[in-house]
């Protein structure tokens, strides 16, 4: 494993890049985050999948997105768009040292900014991995509002999302849960949707309770559109606990070793 900075177009990106050690490269994966305290709360079992990537033979980018984490600026500095440009940079950057076959991984909204950059990117990944995809920024950023919400309840004051969403608009930035949540960086996330990118391989994976554990209504119904649009996709549910959301380090083995069986059935 080893760390660093790159040069982002706002400030440095730390990264963190997983190398195969002792065997030859096959290929690169670029891991897109989640959004806000979602990061840190998933940093383990994003470690955990780029090591077991790096013994597939990937070398796996881990960057921290601009305004979070380790990388440079605040929170209330990150935009989308220059998050975007990070992340093709990054890209960049990553497939000049490792030639082959790339895998756009994300994981909650890093899933959104994945599906804008496809749209963007000229030449498609051999695949994608979606760990619990965000399909809709809009009703994500409700939730996201919500989390004020639950501590004003907890307080004197009493918010509804329409008014913190009319807050918004009049260009204030909220403090949302310890992040600054800045009116332009909302209003993208809010306009943010998961579209198919059919020729691009998709395994779409979630972690759910139930026995067996199953895919949400939302996602299946996006997938079987998706399906019917051509798209190849692998999709799995495994039994666990929102390990981006639970109050402790949390952790879902399972989902690791779906991730690399998901993989390997849409890079066939």
């Known amino acids: 494993m ?3 900075f790159l040069a982002g177009g706002q400030g440095p990106l730390f990264y963190i890049l997983h ?26 079992m994003a470690a955990r999948q780029a090591r077991l990537l790096a013994e597939q033979g990937y070398a796996v980018f881990m960057p ?18 220059d998050w975007l440009a990070d992340l093709g940079d990054g890209l960049d950057w990553l497939q000049e040292r490792y030639p082959g076959p790339v895998i756009l991984w994300g994981l909650r909204a890093g899933c959104l900014l994945i599906s804008d950059l496809l749209q963007v990117r000229q030449i498609p990944p051999a695949a994608v991995l979606y760990w619990q995809p965000v399909s809709d920024g809009e009703r994500y950023l409700a939730q996201f ?29 909220l403090e949302v849960a310890g992040y600054a949540l800045a009116p ?22 979630e972690v759910a309770h139930g026995d067996p554990p199953e895919l949400p209504p939302v996602s299946t119904r996006l997938i079987d559109a998706w399906r019917q649009q051509g798209m190849t996709l692998h999709t799995g549910a495994v039994r666990g606990d929102p390990f981006w959301t639970t109050q402790e380090i949390h952790e879902v083995p399972a ?14």
């Open 184 to 205: 332009a960086l909302a209003d993208a996330l809010a306009g943010a949707r998961l579209v198919a990118s059919p020729g691009t391989p998709l395994a779409w994976l």
């Open 19 to 44: 190398e195969p050690a002792g065997r030859p490269v096959r290929g690169c994966v670029l891991y897109v985050p989640p959004f806000a305290e979602e990061l840190n709360k998933s940093r383990r």
């Open 145 to 173: 509002l919500r989390l004020r919400m639950a501590a004003g309840m907890m307080g004197s004051g009493k918010e509804t999302t329409g008014q913190l969403r009319a807050r918004l608009k009049e260009g204030e930035t």
């Open 64 to 81: 921290d997105l601009y305004g979070c984490g380790d990388s440079g600026g605040d929170f209330a500095d990150a935009r989308w768009q």
């Open 2 to 4: 080893k760390a660093g």
């Open 255 to 268: 989902l690791l070793d779906a991730s690399l069986a998901g993989l390997q059935a849409v890079l066939r």
